[in-house]
């Protein structure tokens, strides 16, 4: 891929490009904490999307998506362009303008290897690419976190998605063998290690998405809310579930609809469950760290209620197999992927099951992408 787009951009350009990249992300366990500002643990993975880049001297950026196969021209002042993969970029450079920095007109090429539509945030790895290169070109000296607050509101301002930081943070901030124990209320963040010697992580994607996804995320929001808003009524200081404790909670349980108290028990559990998974990692106790990942998918499936057959046929599967230390569904649910900690040994004949099963069960198999936790945005020299 990096030869591909340092090729393509000596034919549409000439030589002199600068090459950038920035990861996809997995996220390990704490699902739906987010906008509940509790914890999540985010990892980049060794699948990125590449940025090669290089000023002109003309009045317009020249963009070509090696991806779609298009190429277009862009006045930074200008109107948002047409074509959906631009706007990534034109918000980018609109978000860096609003703090102050100066862009220049430039040539771009970019692509990637991260699978679309499995949850692995290419939206957000194409906006890391694409603020870290402009950034590191024209000398604008945001760090890191202000970046990832660049790609989050350009999803909100610029592609019509009113995402969280997750994605944007992870893709920047990641680390190889490290994993990222985010506070998504301050933001802070601490790298856990993340070095399972003799296991390997992979994803089975559903390849489905149910149309309750987007309604049934709302709803669940809503919930969460509602849950809040009782406990407030007779303890102080009360933001969100996760100044919420399950002691809490039960006392006020009578004075909720019981789907209320079951949604915000799952998130209370949820952000325990993560905190103790990362207490785990730092023993290097991935056999507890994957008990966690499955009490994940357990909470998620029976008490969230965000799951869907097939993440639950695969998950189940996970659980009752031998070398198999984690399974559970990731992100935002009612499709998508599960992902797996699973010992080498046991790798082939458990990957050859899923896909049996799922393939006789539902009539497709599983697409299965191997990810590694790998290094966040980067230049490559």
Known sequence: ?????QEQFKKLYGEGASLFASPGRVNLIGEHTDYNLGFVLPGAIDKAIYVAIKPNDGKTCRIHSLDYNESIEMDIHGEKPAQQWACYIYGVIQEMEKRGGLVHPFDMVFGGDVPLGAGLSSSAALESAVGFAINSIFNLNFDRA????????TEHNYVGVRCGIMDQFASLFGDTGKVIRLDCRSLDYKLEPFDPKGCRVVLFDTQVKHTLASSEYNVRRAQCEAGVAVILKHVGGIESLRDVTMDMLDTYKDEMDPTVYRRCS??????????????????????????????SHEGLSKWYEVSCEELDFLA????????????????????GCTINLVKAEAYDNYVAEISDKFQHKFGKAPRIIEVNISQGAHRIE
């Open 1 to 5: 891929m990096k030869t591909k787009i």
């Open 266 to 295: 799952y998130v209370i559990n949820e952000n325990n469950r993560l905190l103790e998974a990362c207490a785990a990692l730092e023993k290097g106790d991935y056999v507890t760290f994957g008990q966690k990942m499955n009490g």
């Open 146 to 153: 202000q970046l990832a607050k660049i790609g989050q509101m």
């Open 316 to 335: 189940e599967i996970g659980h009752r197999t031998d070398g198999v230390l984690g399974a559970r569904m990731m992100g935002g649910g009612f499709g």
